[in-house]
């Protein structure tokens, strides 16, 4: 008999029927005694609004990967109080483990607690390559579900640690604590039925790694097509190097950008020199202008006579 707690391995199919199998597949190592094991849900994949930094945020689990064993934490700090072999992606997050309850005082306490009908909690450790401020006039379709109002939406997300907590910022987290009279729900697959699984999760893996790769080279080539049309309409002239940091904005801050670009092109004055509104050209030649000059024909006449009456 080979246990696999493996929790539910979860096919997230996209609207153009791309997999997306991302978290690592792996056995469980044998418990020692007194560790106790865990599964639970890390993250329900809804709209967070009890967020410490955002009013409210979602993960986009489409782009969100794992790689096992990841340290179990108490609220995400401090030494690992136990191990994660295993954590499923799909519409939320599903992890199992185990707790070092035999050599962790912290782990011990939180078996323990657990025991008297403690409910703990999950708290997910993710960081974010990408941020997406989605419009509050909108529904929005996040891991399934819908939502409308304002939602920070971080993507390009990592998994590099989750914590028992009392209270998650996502209520909807739970999380079980076997004792040592429960076990996981044992498989009854055979060794090549096991193999053939997890052949069949790096086979999963490997397509999707490509589906990201061609995503990025279509991506590229569209800023660079979006870029080059900005610099005509601009009337700049596209290079490599006035064009790369055009290629680091999101879609979001591309769009903000060239909108402000050109309505400065669209409502800016010629910038002409000064002296064409204070000098007058007269015969191809410029006259700076002069008091006006005041002839008197009186003392012209009396120097006529002057001069003819010598």
């Not at 329900?44 to 096992?68: C, N, P, R, Y």
């Not at 483990?97 to 657990?114: C, E, M, Q, S």
Request: charge should be negative; charged fraction near 20%.
């Amino acid at each position: 008999m080979f246990r696999c707690a493996v929790g539910n391995l979860t096919r997230m199919k996209t609207q153009n029927q791309i997999l997306h199998f991302l978290a690592d597949f792996q056995l469980s190592q044998p418990t020692a005694k007194g560790e106790r094991t865990f599964s639970g849900v890390a993250y329900a994949g809804g709209v967070i609004t009890d967020h410490s930094w955002f009013k409210a945020v979602a993960f986009d689990l489409t782009s969100t990967q794992a790689e096992t064993p990841l340290p179990l934490l108490f609220n995400h700090s401090g030494s690992p109080i136990g191990v994660i072999e295993t954590v499923s992606i799909g519409t939320q997050i599903e992890i199992a483990g185990r707790l070092f309850a035999d050599i962790d005082p912290v782990a011990k306490d939180i078996a323990t607690k657990a025991d008297r009908g403690i409910v703990w909690q999950l708290s997910v450790g993710i960081f974010p390559a990408e941020t997406a401020n989605l419009n509050s006039n909108q529904q929005h379709t996040i891991n399934g579900q819908s939502f409308t109002g304002e939602i920070t939406l971080l993507k390009q997300n990592r998994i590099r640690e989750v914590s028992f907590v009392t209270m998650g910022a996502d209520d909807k987290t739970q999380v079980t604590v076997f004792n040592t009279t429960q076990k996981p729900q044992e498989s009854t697959m055979t060794p090549d039925e096991i193999k053939a699984l997890q052949d069949e999760n790096a086979r999963l893996k490997n397509e999707n790694s490509q589906f990201k790769a061609d995503a990025e080279v279509a991506q590229k080539l569209a800023r660079e097509i979006e870029v080059k049309n900005l610099f005509s309409a601009l009337g700049r002239e596209y290079s490599d190097t006035t064009a790369a940091p055009y290629f680091s904005f999101t879609t979001e801050q591309f769009a903000a950008v060239s909108k402000e670009l050109l309505a400065q092109k669209d409502t800016q004055k010629p910038n002409l020199p000064a002296h064409l509104f204070s000098t007058q050209a007269t015969d191809g030649a410029e006259q700076q202008p002069t008091t006006p000059v005041v002839i008197d024909t009186t003392a012209i006449y009396h120097q006529m006579n002057a001069r003819g009456s010598k």
